[in-house]
């Protein structure tokens, strides 16, 4: 009776641990599955962040076609413009593989962290730069208008110019904003996986 008790034991374990690592691999593909939509958070980020590059640059190559700007501003913004997408790029090129998440934790938190500090930086370096380049801008708009109307046409203009700037630089902050969290998140669940 007692043998009976013990191979039915035996069974009733072996019913548990197959439940238990069904229970493992759910958590560890939902666990992965959450990671790939931050991920994704990140990949929509630098999509939009290199459209709304390149729609600049056509936009201002436009405007110089059509005399609104100069040459030198119009070169200057393009290649501002290249410098964002290619450092969108530099930043991000490790983390947006598919098979990130299949390296050791180590590896993938490193290059989370690399990403977070770069992003981090050319936030705090490339920022600064906008300022010079809306004065330009508002130099090169003086200079279309003078002649053609009064200061307080231009001075409207330069109102509508100042909140676009700041739309821009506040919808770009919250681009920035997330792409950290989401880095920070995928960060805090790999130091958990680690534990």
Known sequence: ?????????????????????EQEIINDSMIKEYMHGKVDVIRRKIIISNFCAVFSII????????????????LTTALLMIACIIANWYIHRN?????????????????????????????IYSTPLLLPWIAWVAYE???????????????IILLF???????????????YKKVMKSCDDIIAQLDRIKE
């Open 95 to 123: 983390i947006l593989d598919a098979s990130i998440f299949t390296n050791n934790i180590i590896f993938t938190t490193q290059e989370f962290v690399k990403v977070k500090t770069l992003n981090h930086r050319w936030f």
């Open 1 to 21: 009776m007692e043998i009976n008790e013990l191979i039915e034991m035996r069974k009733q374990i072996l019913i548990l641990k197959e439940k238990l690592n």
């Open 161 to 175: 110019f100042s909140l676009f700037a700041l739309l821009g630089f506040l919808l770009g902050y919250r681009m």
């Open 141 to 155: 708009e003086l200079l279309n208008v003078i002649g053609y109307f009064d200061m307080k046409i231009y001075s």
């Open 59 to 74: 936009v201002f190559f436009f405007q110089y076609a059509a005399g609104l700007f100069s040459f030198p501003f119009m």
